[in-house]
């Protein structure tokens, strides 16, 4: 089994910064993707940032050049660091991981993930 926790949301105005961690444990040898995803209220969830095991990294479109994700595998963690944040990133943030091969263009696909962790808050004002 693997277990995800996430840490690190807040509340900020806009403008700010966040940093949020996911701390690994369990069976994680050999994780190929970690991923953040987020849910706002009454909106689908949807993958914000993704990191595989090579090093390369995809970006949902509303967050490039805003976010950096990053993994530590030698202490099972991925993080997430968010500037300029805006009130439209306001969500629950959910840290993902899966052992298999995702192609690049599903990597941002919630259906691959199979371990989640239970978010962090994000609350941005304006």
């Known amino acids: 089994q693997v277990q995800l926790v996430e840490s690190g949301g807040g509340s900020v105005q806009a403008g700010g910064s966040l940093r949020l961690s996911c701390a690994a444990s369990?069976?994680?040898?050999?994780?190929?993707?970690m991923a953040w995803f987020r849910q706002a209220p009454g909106k689908e969830r949807e993958g914000v940032a993704v990191?595989?095991?090579?090093?390369?990294?995809t970006y949902a479109d509303s967050v490039k050049g805003r976010y950096t994700v990053s993994r530590d595998n030698g202490r099972n963690m991925l993080y997430l660091q968010m500037n300029s944040l805006k009130p439209e990133d306001t969500a629950m943030y959910y840290c993902?991981?899966?052992?298999?091969?995702?192609?690049?263009?599903?990597?941002?696909?919630?259906?691959?993930?199979?371990?989640w962790g239970q978010g962090t808050q994000v609350t941005v004002s304006s």
């Open positions: 993902a991981a899966e052992r298999g091969y995702i192609t690049d263009r599903a990597r941002l696909q919630r259906n691959w993930y199979a371990y």
């Open positions: 369990g069976y994680t040898y050999n994780m190929y993707s």
């Open positions: 990191i595989v095991s090579d090093g390369s990294t």
